[in-house]
């Protein structure tokens, strides 16, 4: 009699194990973002560039359309914000981190654990009872990724003479951060300063099989590759190639700082139109 109960008892676990691992949070198995490939881009050569023009975008993810670069503050189930993504890419070695936007400098990995005014640091505190001896405590300071408030982003517009096309692609990323002193505390004022800076091209493979909360229809999860891509986000212009290698918050300040981001913008869409005779 033992015994049956005792086999009856190892199947019911089987059985119970096995129907939890077979548990699904959905209706179907999501299968194509995970498994995407990289889209290439289309072939460039030198000869076909008529025009170019660098410039560089700022993406406020205060802004409602950037909601998703910022959320979720921690992971989801299969959703993570960008903040996560790239952190969690370059703790793993699985992307580079640079400390300069022409990418010339890879960062460290003891530069990217004080990122942010992440560090240790050792400080006194005396017991609260006699003989109140005075003893050294480490604190860790960690950085968050939720302390993200932008990002900088590095492009190139240029128009295309063998598709006939005005073209963009994004060189590079920099999350941004309000500046913190040695300690971690925020200094005073709004001066958002980038973390390190990431190659676009080389973040894509890990962007492809990333999946973005979009609005309104679950089932529409597009990859951040994608978002990139279509240019599904908003952002404003604050630097576009000059012979000075000035900002424009360095000339204009206010509003009419952005009228001259916008003056840009336009001149930029213009240039297409111009091209062509109707």
């Not at 089987?14 to 490939?37: C, I, M, W």
């Not at 890879?106 to 005014?117: C, L, N, S, V």
């Not at 676009?200 to 529409?220: C, H, Y």
């Not at 000075?244 to 297409?272: C, F, P």
């Amino acid at each position: 009699m033992k015994r049956i109960i005792l086999v009856i008892s190892i199947i019911a676990t089987f059985a119970t194990g096995a129907s939890a691992q077979n548990v699904l949070d959905g209706v179907y198995v999501r299968e194509h973002s995970p498994t995407k490939s990289v889209v290439p881009l289309s072939y460039l050569r030198e000869a076909d560039v008529m025009w170019s023009k660098k410039v560089w975008q700022i993406i406020d993810l205060k802004e409602k359309m950037n909601l998703a670069f910022y959320y979720p503050t921690e992971k989801i189930n299969d959703r993570r914000s960008l903040n996560d993504i790239l952190y969690d890419a370059v703790k793993e070695g699985t992307l580079t981190a640079y400390t300069d936007e022409e990418f010339m400098t890879p960062m460290t990995r003891e530069e990217f654990q004080r990122i942010g005014g992440a560090g240790v640091d050792t400080t006194q505190i005396v017991d609260p009872e006699p003989p109140y001896l005075t003893r050294d405590t480490v604190i860790i300071r960690e950085f968050s990724t939720s302390n993200v408030v932008a990002y900088r982003v590095k492009e190139e517009w240029f128009f295309d003479k063998q598709r006939s096309v005005l073209d963009v692609r994004i060189i590079g990323l920099a999350p941004l951060i309000y500046a913190v002193d040695d300690k971690g505390n925020r200094r005073e004022g709004d001066l958002r300063i980038p973390i390190m800076w990431i190659y676009f091209p080389e973040a894509r493979k890990i962007l492809t099989n990333q999946e973005v909360f979009m609005r309104g229809n679950d089932s529409d999860r597009r990859t951040w590759d994608d978002i990139f891509q279509k240019r599904l986000f908003t952002s404003y212009i604050y630097k576009e190639n000059n012979v000075y290698d000035r900002r424009i918050e360095d000339y204009k300040q206010g509003m009419d700082a952005l009228i001259e981001a916008q003056r840009i913008k336009t001149e930029i869409v213009n240039l297409e139109h111009d091209l062509w005779d109707y």
